[in-house]
């Protein structure tokens, strides 16, 4: 029988007291005894028979919504007790596996708009209660009361139930996609916007990144999510920027350039956006040339900074994904970047040479995972702000910097990708 002293004991300490015992010499616990899954044993979680709760059962699907522990604390002092973390796995846009499931119900509410609770803004769902011969209802979470809009109105069965909760998914399922109304959106719905930055310094087209990704980009324009409004750009630097016009009545694309990276402009503001359709022949001659445009360039500046504010300027108005490729670090005009990995290494050499240490870098030798230049990070917010994703592809084996660029990515819900040794 346990005592109150052991029963207020954290778990995990009374688990690490317990005996284990085995087979091994002295008792230990022998590793080849212990059983382990298989493959098909691996994914048992996902079985029908272990998780009854499919896309059509109250309950969400394990796959969208899989919680850390089987059973929710009641109070923060058990939680603490256990020692276990508690928390929650989402994906939201997880593919249907299981035989015979059905894809994820959709839900249109029409013009009066999803019906949400007005305090905790809960969405409807399977576990609310209704009150008042079905003309209110009770949110689950914040147990607020709520009125039932007259189009959404329906009569109460004799266990307080709605007549039609079968025939409603967002009453019955517990995995539904609501379509939002317009009181959900910043702004109308925009056409998809995607805008490449490409890097075309000596040091990124010596590599051969430039043809790289101008030749990967033309195979995979057919697989750019959107539709006929898709509208695409392409913008290059090193110590300057240059924009391509490639509207559709012209015979063959032209490349602007400016140089003035101090008073970053566009030269042609409603014209360096085009249709992806209207447009492909010229921004596939563009991408196939692009290599043997700059492949004499001895520039080995690069300046990042004056080139990400122009894409900025370029899409503020409508939003979209920007797709950065970097080979070389910022080294001329705003936002420019030192190599930190050379600094630390010689604050590193400093040291040994002064106390005689055994070459532990100093205090004052520069963090790598600190970002060192503020200026990504906000421009970062102000992409969010206007609807901007920033995908970041590094290239080469010396050092990138990905920590500060990383914030572009960071902030806009983007990805950064590093092709170490490219």
């Not at 276990?84 to 939201?92: E, I, M, S, Y």
């Not at 007549?163 to 967002?170: L, S």
């Amino acid at each position: 029988r346990a005592t109150r002293t052991e029963l207020d004991q954290p778990l995990t300490d009374r688990y690490v007291a317990l005996p284990v015992l085995g087979s091994g010499a002295g008792g230990s616990l022998d590793a080849s005894t212990v059983p382990r899954p298989t493959v098909d044993e691996g994914r048992v979680t996902d079985r029908p028979e272990v998780h009854p709760y499919g896309l059509g059962s109250e309950q969400c699907a394990p796959r969208f919504l899989r919680m850390t522990l089987n059973a929710a604390p009641s109070s923060t002092q058990i939680l603490q007790k256990s020692g276990l973390p508690f928390g929650a796995v989402l994906q939201p846009f997880a593919a249907v596996r299981l035989p015979g499931e059905t894809a994820v119900p959709v839900v249109q509410f029409g013009g009066g708009g999803v019906v949400r609770c007005r305090r905790c803004r809960t969405y409807i769902n399977p576990f609310v209660e209704w009150a008042d011969g079905g003309r209110r209802w009770k949110c689950n979470l914040c147990y607020l009361a709520n009125e039932v809009p007259s189009e959404y109105y329906c009569a109460l069965d004799e266990y307080g139930r709605r007549r039609d909760a079968a025939e409603r998914p967002e009453l019955s399922c517990g995995t539904v996609e609501f379509v939002a109304s317009a009181d959900y959106m910043v702004r109308p719905p925009q056409p998809p916007v995607y805008v490449f930055l490409i890097d075309v310094s000596y040091h990124a087209v010596s590599t051969g990144m430039v043809a790289t990704v101008a030749n990967t980009i033309r195979k995979t324009l057919d697989e750019l999510p959107g539709d006929v409004r898709t509208q695409v750009s392409v913008l290059c630097y090193d110590s300057a920027v240059h924009f391509f016009y490639l509207a559709a009545h012209l015979s063959q694309p032209q490349m602007i350039t400016v140089a003035d990276i101090g008073d970053i402009f566009l030269p042609l503001p409603d014209d360096l956006l085009v249709n992806l359709h209207e447009s492909r022949a010229l921004l596939d001659n563009l991408l196939e040339r692009l290599p043997q445009m700059f492949a004499d360039s001895q520039n080995l500046d690069s300046a990042l900074g004056p080139a990400l504010k122009a894409a900025f300027q370029l899409m503020q108005h409508v939003g979209g994904k920007l797709a950065l490729f970097a080979s070389a670090l910022p080294s001329l005009g705003e936002a420019k970047l030192r190599n930190r990995e050379d600094s630390r290494a010689q604050a590193g050499r400093t040291q040994t040479a002064a106390k005689g240490s055994t070459g532990v870098p100093s205090s004052h030798a520069p963090n790598l995972l600190v970002p060192e230049e503020g200026f990504y990070k906000k421009l970062a917010v102000e992409c969010s702000r206007q609807q901007i994703c920033v995908d970041v592809w590094l290239f080469g084996a010396g050092f990138t910097d990905a920590i500060t660029l990383g914030q572009l990515a960071k902030h806009t819900g983007g990805a950064v990708r590093h092709m170490a040794g490219f």
